[in-house]
């Protein structure tokens, strides 16, 4: 039975409660800190994105299509759909001679209600390209274009959302290196996305981010790699995410000392390079929507050194206020005294 | 420990997985069944709107001001902000000779992405007539008026969300009597809509929709009120919530023998008149948006005598295809083999 690490408040009663694990390992595996069962495969959903986009880096795709900061962050991002993202990832595929129509990732409209109330007035409808996974996908493109070789683009690419595509078995390839992981034994469901993913360990989760953040433990180009994404996201963590969102919010303020990616049902893994230590976290429940981000607040919180400005940020979603449609302050998520006790010991 | 009551499937893996409790209590308050924890209070929420509109009808308010059977189900609905239900509020008030800005749930914008890109469209920000709460506070609004006697309607209205106020001890005192709680000494909360929320037991929860759904043990008025209700949500169902939603379709298809509502924060509750029988749910994890509805469904496919149609459809919902951007199947969410298993005992 996982612990609860989330209460969530409303008066003076805890209305509702999350449960979850979490494994914080470093680059060795050496397990740091263990809550709940951090054995069983998880699927990591979008939190491995980074992972999957250090083949567009190592293979060279990148650099032959002159990648910006942007394009690479957006590759590993969950985006929000605003605009900015929508051009850059219609900006990828435009360098690639390709447009939406490359990509197999479906579409949605974008996160905020704003936006879509825009989207209604410009009379437009969602593309593929406002998919939050948009840019992960143009680089899952880019890294076609390389592997085509003399091979027709299109005819290449089509079905490279397929386990068996060269491109996916790369993407694969690299995700089962970093994680130290035999991802031909693992569960395997299909993503949001239509990419196949892969039920992997939180600890070994944890391993692969303690790997991109110090370069330990991956092939040579690998680790280039992964430190050509962090410093790209740390340069354009908008793309990561979007306005107001945890991983653009939190790597806006700490650069390079931090990597953190969300994930679908409730997964986070992060990665804490001047500790050396990777993170991964799961909840039961699947919640993504507020639970999981103040299990990673708390962690990021207790487990770096921060200024004061930087630990209120943190504070503030670690115990997250709830307002209501009046914005009446009517409650909060905190992260449990069990939770804190547990990441107090690694401070 | 409460027990895990949905599965959430992703390919042959289960990826999260929702715990709850359950109540179902007979109107002499005797308990049929038990799952999990029903002793320690619940937030309600939304889904005891239906027992905070009796005074609305036993007060005489409804009949004095002629409200239609979309107003009234309205006034026990959380809709969607279509525009119906935009109309239907804002309709409300005018036989009142009041607007919007008698209203004082707040505003949000609809909750489908359709619906605000449509608004978008046609250059509209959301009111407080789009709230999904808008049609209580109108009933409440209009219970005001008649509470107000000679006084001006608006003072008088002012703050009706508080707890002291008429109003809202009006609705309380309702609420208090089909539970057979003494919500004085209950947790109590602010609701999304700023009216207070209760902490209830879900056994005593079960018993007010036992209540709601037979009149037993309600004074005689409020047992009219119920009928009223009843039969106004039957025969307008959209107006209690809203295209595709749980609670529309399942009252189209089963008319009186059937009355649900859901609540923020993972909560249900249900009125099942033929077996005489109220049922309450809640989610620990607070998941109302899929856990608690799989609850709900495999609740009324077990434990009412469904044609084949009906067990169809319920079935759907019990067990619930998830289905990517791309629309292909993904996973499911199933109501776990234990709640089946406790159900089926009540067949």
């Known amino acids: 039975m996982n612990p609860v690490l989330v209460d969530v408040w409303r008066g003076e009663w805890v209305e509702s409660q999350h449960r979850g694990s979490l494994a914080v390992v470093d680059a060795d595996g050496a397990l740091v800190l263990a809550l709940g069962d951090i054995e069983r495969p998880v699927y990591p959903r979008s939190a491995v994105k980074a992972l999957q986009a250090l083949p567009l880096v190592a ?17 590993c991002a969950s985006h929000s759909g605003e605009p900015a993202h929508v051009a850059t990832s219609a900006g990828l595929l435009a360098k690639l001679g390709l447009d939406a129509d490359a990509l197999e990732c ?15 007035a410009r009379g437009e409808t969602p593309t593929a390209l406002h998919n939050n996974c948009s840019g992960k996908h143009a680089g899952f493109v880019c890294l076609g274009c390389v592997l085509a070789g003399e091979q027709d683009r299109r005819a290449f690419l089509r079905g490279y959302v397929e386990p068996e595509h060269p ?65 790209a996201v740390a340069a354009e963590p908008f793309h990561v995410a979007g306005t107001n ?5 939190l790597m806006q303020q700490l650069g390079e000392r931090l990597f953190c990616k969300v994930g679908a049902e409730g997964v986070y893994c992060a990665a804490l390079p001047e500790r050396g230590w990777g993170l991964a976290i799961k909840m039961d429940d699947g919640n993504t929507a507020r639970a999981v981000e103040v299990v990673l ?22 115990e997250l206020a709830q307002r209501n449609w009046n914005g009446r302050l009517v409650g909060r998520l ?14």
Chains 1, 2 share one sequence.
């Open 167 to 231: 491109v996916m078995r790369e993407v694969t390839a690299a995700l089962a290196a970093a994680t130290a992981t035999d991802l031909s034994r693992a569960p395997v469901g299909t993503d949001g996305c239509s990419i196949p993913t892969y039920g992997i360990p939180l600890r070994q989760l944890a391993l692969g981010f303690a790997r991109f953040g110090t370069g330990q433990g991956l092939s040579a180009d690998h680790a280039d790699a992964a430190r050509r994404l962090r410093q």
């Open 297 to 318: 607040a708390a962690c990021v919180q207790a487990l770096l050194r921060l200024s004061e400005t930087e630990h209120a940020l943190l504070q503030r979603h670690s």
């Open 334 to 347: 905190a992260a449990t005294p069990a939770l804190r006790g547990a990441l107090g010991s690694l401070a």
């Open 59 to 75: 293979s060279g795709a990148a650099a032959r299509f002159g990648l910006s900061d942007a394009e690479l962050a957006q590759a």
């Open 106 to 120: 479906g579409a949605h409209w974008p996160r905020a209600e704003t936006q879509i109330a825009a989207m209604g």
């Open 245 to 249: 969102r945890l991983d653009t919010v």
